[in-house]
Nanobody, 114 residues
């Protein structure tokens, strides 16, 4: 049974930081590309950041320079360090494991107050 479990969301003031974690089980984590996506109320889900099997990263223009994605294959975990948070970063953040099959976590709420 594949599980992706996100944690680390919460309420933070603008300018603050949060670190999201996504722990995977039931897959060979190291062979999957991993990504963080977010969906704000009334909006479509969008890519925030992704990291390939070999560690290559890619970011949405809106978060580049503020967010950092990383992975620890020994812990089967992908992280999203979010700094200089803005109210427009408020959304449900979900992680995704991508290979021949795609798996999603349940999401964690991030709320940034102004």
């Amino acid at each position: 049974q594949v599980q992706l479990v996100e944690s680390g969301g919460g309420l933070v003031q603008a300018g603050g930081s949060l670190r999201l974690s996504c722990a995977a089980s039931g897959i060979i984590f190291s062979v999957y590309a991993m990504g963080w996506y977010r969906q704000a109320d009334g909006n479509q889900r969008e890519l925030v950041a992704r990291i390939s099997r070999d560690g290559t990263t890619d970011y949405a223009a809106s978060v580049k320079g503020r967010f950092t994605i990383s992975r620890d294959n020994a812990k089967n975990t992908v992280y999203l360090q979010m700094n200089s948070l803005k109210p427009e970063d408020t959304a449900v953040y979900s992680c995704r494991a991508d290979r021949s099959t795609i798996y999603w976590g349940q999401g964690t709420q991030v709320t940034v107050s102004s």
